[in-house]
């Protein structure tokens, strides 16, 4: 093992290191290590940028860090994991293809907990610990310092590390005023999981909500990833010594000044005398494979969608005076908030009174991002006779690709094999596709090729293509959706999300009955436009910009005798 000073300042890191030659690395769990053994994944990651932690720099495309990945099954206290030539990585598949250099290395494992499932079958998952399924920050997860050391793939030899730290726990937010916190342990979950499994509510209560015991208010279920708290929402002013940072999503030299400006407004509306009172809840259902669970039932997942809608909701409406009727409820989000959105009013199509559908992931499978999964062979690829040709996952405004499906796909499988990464497509795979023998994913393609298993579309297409659903169910859910549906896009998603909107909207506008409801698009307008340009506004204030279409739905179509006044104070 080398010895290395480390030093980890604001500027970067401050590196002095013994340099070492090698073609294999060997990561060990130090002997004083506790609450073995341990099973998971070891990731070991180079880069030559030490300005940040190598961890943080694990992103797909050309400015990828090179990672590997081993999983580890009952390692001890004082053993190792190996990263050889046999070892899969990216962006290069091969410790032999990394070019020599002088590299700075940290190693993480992210820790798998043993699942007993209710149907009796036994998984190795990534249990969800606190920070969403981010592989980098879960508590308990083992990192090593990071060292800089000099790899040749030419030389034999061995680069020792060692995962030195652990991750600590995260600290739950406190109530507030505003804002509280609401943990409901789910029957039907913890029975599917096989132990006491939980969704957490963050809620915006109004004002004067505790001076008004007799209210009962209308309920915003605010769709989307992992939530700490409600986002948003600032009761003081933009910090006057915040330090500006460049957003390169939206070319802005001080966005962080902007969010905490919104946030404050947001906050002086919520409490202004004339702002109609209402619930604002942000889910948190992170899960063993992603930060949030979409919010539907799921043969891997666990029937999340039940959970929520008839345990989860009634129990926190109850709890925080909501009026506990479906004309009452309405949902909003965007990306994977917005297919949440659509997806949950589809489902359970009484129970909510209007989705709003900002950037919805592909919501029309024969648009998955790019690939037909009913017709192509091949999710990577388009293939031809001569030539195949992969296929992009990431545009700017310009069309300029950044990375392709392949790359994400192949970032995720060094990041944990069975659908075990956290990563985008890996959930996809393991919400809409059915459960194989071993208890894990049963995948519609092979992680490593790319290639479609037509079996599994045609199950995708029978239980989550939402477009087929409503177009195959269309004179049952008519009547039940009726001015219920509002999905908004910008022609130029980064992730072409918006080709499969074009589809929806092609059965949509011609549905009999009519839909009435609202297909935008907006021009030149990237991920994620929910209707109000410019993107970096509009993100930021989903919790208002639909209000008075939602006032007006409510308006419409309460049941006589509804409470349309207790929460008008």
Not at 224 to 233: A, L
Request: charged letters at 25%.
């Amino acid at each position: 093992m080398h010895k290395t000073l480390v030093k980890l300042a604001t500027t970067g890191l401050a590196l002095l290191a013994t340099s070492a030659t090698a073609e294999t690395f060997r990561v060990t769990i130090p002997s004083t290590a506790a609450k073995g053994p341990f099973d998971g994944r070891v990731i070991l990651i180079l880069t030559p940028n030490g300005a940040t932690e190598p961890r943080e720099q694990v992103v797909p495309g050309v400015k990828a860090a090179q990672i590997f990945g081993v999983t580890v099954d009952g390692l001890k206290a004082g053993q190792s994991a190996e990263i050889d030539t046999s070892t899969f990585g990216y962006p290069k598949e091969d410790l032999k293809q990394v070019p020599a250099g002088r590299y700075f290395v940290q190693a993480v494992l992210h820790r798998y907990d043993t699942y007993h499932l209710g149907n009796g079958k036994t998984v190795k998952l990534p249990a969800a610990r606190g920070a969403g399924q981010n592989w980098r920050m879960e508590p308990g997860n083992l990192v090593s310092t990071p060292q800089q050391v000099s790899f040749d793939p030419a030389k034999s030899g061995e680069i020792n590390i060692t995962l030195d730290k652990v991750n600590p726990p995260i600290v739950a937010e406190k109530d507030t005023k505003y804002i509280r916190h609401f943990k409901f342990r789910s029957e039907k979950l913890s029975r599917f999981w096989g132990r006491d499994t939980y969704i957490t509510g963050h809620v915006l209560v109004p004002k004067g909500f505790d001076e008004h015991p007799n209210a009962r208010y209308p309920l915003m279920v605010n769709q989307g990833h992992f939530p700490m708290t409600v986002g948003g929402f600032r009761t003081t002013p933009p910090d006057k010594n915040l330090k500006c940072e460049y957003s390169e999503r939206f070319n802005l030299p001080c966005y962080n000044r902007m969010e905490q400006e919104e946030a404050y407004k947001f906050y002086q509306k919520w409490i202004s005398d004339d702002f109609p009172r209402y619930l604002v809840v942000e889910i948190d259902h992170s899960n063993p494979y992603y930060d949030d669970s979409y919010a539907v039932n799921s043969e891997n997942l666990g029937p999340y969608g039940d959970a929520i809608t008839y345990e989860f909701i009634p129990a926190l409406e109850k709890k925080f005076h909501g009026l506990g009727q479906g004309w009452a409820r309405f949902l909003y989000g965007g990306s994977t908030g917005g297919w949440e959105a659509l997806g949950v009013q589809v489902k359970y199509p009484d129970q909510y009174n209007g989705a709003f559908a900002a950037c919805p992931d592909p919501i029309d499978f024969r648009k998955m991002m790019l690939t037909n999964i009913y017709t192509d062979k091949n999710m990577y690829y388009n293939i031809g006779t001569f030539n195949n040709v992969q296929r992009p996952a990431h545009r700017n405004y310009l069309g300029e690709v950044q990375y392709t499906i392949q790359d994400e796909n192949h970032l995720e499988l060094v990041l944990g094999d069975k659908n075990r990464s956290g990563g985008q497509w890996d959930v996809w795979d393991a919400v809409f596709s059915p459960m194989g023998d071993d208890g894990y994913v049963n995948p519609l393609w092979n992680k490593r090729t790319g290639e479609i298993n037509p079996t599994v579309a045609k199950y995708w297409q029978d239980n989550y293509d939402l477009r087929h659903i409503m177009e195959r169910d269309w004179q049952t859910l008519a009547p039940k959706l009726k001015g219920k549906i509002h999905i908004f896009v910008g022609d130029m998603d980064n992730y072409y999300l918006n080709d499969a909107v074009y589809l929806t909207e092609d059965f949509l506008k011609n549905a009999k009955p009519a839909y009435e409801g609202v297909v935008e698009y907006g021009d030149r307008a990237e991920h994620c436009w929910n209707g109000e340009s410019p993107n970096a506004l509009g993100r930021l204030h989903y919790n208002t910009m639909y209000l008075p279409t939602i006032l007006k739905q409510m308006e419409d179509t309460a049941p006589k005798g509804a409470d349309l006044t207790s929460w008008k104070y």
